[in-house]
């Protein structure tokens, strides 16, 4: 038996207007606004949170010396359709050159990475 369940994943950043509009074109969902915290309700899946955090430091990727902490595979359907709209929403490739992968690597407009999986 769970002793607990997913409330929500959350993302230190430095504007969390500007993370969850971008998550929400990504992914859908409704945006909650509690001022400098933010939650994106998705459709049928968990709620994606924003806090804002002074000083924030994106994570490298790779680095050992600057861990990534966490990362989301998001899984589409087509990774070059998913590629081109990422970048239009302002995402960074970070590994995304081997096309024979089933995934690859961008970091998110505040540094987050995260992986489009066609798995």
């Known amino acids: ?17 500007a993370l969850a509009d971008f998550y ?27 806090q804002a955090v002074p000083g924030f430091v994106p994570p490298q990727w790779p680095s050992p010396e600057h861990s990534q902490q966490f990362h989301l595979d998001l899984t589409v359907e087509d990774l070059d359709v998913a590629e081109e709209e990422v970048l239009a929403l302002g995402a960074k490739p970070l590994d995304a050159e081997d096309r024979s992968r089933t995934f690859r690597v961008y970091a998110d407009p505040a540094g987050h990475p995260f992986c489009l999986c066609a798995c």
């Open 24 to 50: 929400a074109r990504v992914l859908g969902g409704d945006i909650v606004d509690e001022g400098d915290w933010l939650d994106l309700k998705l459709p049928g899946g968990p709620t994606l949170a924003f």
């Open 1 to 17: 038996m769970a002793i607990a369940s997913v409330g929500a994943v959350v993302l230190d950043c430095p504007d969390p207007r």
